[in-house]
């Protein structure tokens, strides 16, 4: 079974400027989280959505920061203009099963690394 | 308040000891409580989960649970140092599995 899919790994920008993450979950997961994670800390969910509705933004900073997912499956994740304190790792999470009756169990992808100058 | 809060370490446990790794969290309505293992550079991933109080073991991992205590703990027995990592507690609030994580606890096991 693919995992958790997400490009790019590495990105360098200067603050102001524009950036944009992609996403593919586990094929058949409904759920899909953005977290963010600054180095030495623990995620922080911006976003959540089950299927393509959005469960959960209340931590996703909206005047720069947006999500979609289109048809339920792939996301992406933009910064639009980036600030220095959005330098962190971006790290894409699927869930399956429905809400209250999975595992719990996250599989995460690789992440997007996000260095800002 | 933080909703879920973990002493950040470094806890440093000599090999073959107990280590025992502490987090409490605010949200009295939470059911499901998870702990994931973050290695340096690498993406979090699930060892345990725990649904009721008490205790649940797997190999050399065990996990507790007292909801009213509000305190999930995680005991890895017979240390080794594979088992340095970053160990995540997680919490689920809500209906929508929206899962919630602490800061971490750094483990270091030395030989």
């Known amino acids: 079974e693919a995992g958790v899919a997400q490009s790019p790994r590495y990105k360098i920008i200067e603050k102001r400027q524009s950036v944009a993450f992609w996403c593919n979950p586990i094929s058949g997961h409904a759920t899909l989280y953005w977290y963010q994670q600054i180095l030495g800390q623990g995620p922080k969910l911006l976003i959540q959505?089950?299927?393509?509705?959005?469960?959960?933004d209340s931590q996703l900073p909206k005047d720069r920061f947006s999500a979609e997912r289109l048809k339920g499956v792939d996301s992406t994740l933009k910064i639009q203009p980036a600030k220095l304190e959005d330098s962190a790792v971006y790290l894409c999470a699927s869930m399956g099963g429905l809400a209250g009756l999975s595992t719990g169990e996250l599989f995460f992808g690789e992440g997007s690394r996000l260095t800002v100058l | 308040q933080k909703e879920v809060e973990q002493n950040s370490g470094p806890l440093s446990v000599p090999e073959g000891a107990i280590a025992s790794l502490n987090c409490t969290y605010s949200?009295?309505?939470?059911?499901?409580f998870f702990w994931y293992r973050q290695y340096s550079g690498k993406s979090p991933e699930l060892i345990m989960s725990i649904y009721s109080n008490g205790d649940k073991e797997d190999g050399r991992f065990t996990a507790q649970l007292n909801k009213a205590s509000q305190y999930v703990s995680l005991l890895i027995r017979d240390s080794q140092p594979s088992d340095s990592a970053t160990y995540l507690c997680?919490?689920?609030?809500?209906?929508?599995?929206?899962?919630?994580f602490g800061a971490g606890t750094r483990l270091a096991v030395h030989p």
């Open positions: 949200d009295r309505g939470s059911q499901s």
């Open positions: 997680a919490v689920s609030a809500g209906g929508y599995n929206k899962l919630i």
């Open positions: 959505f089950q299927n393509n509705g959005v469960v959960d």
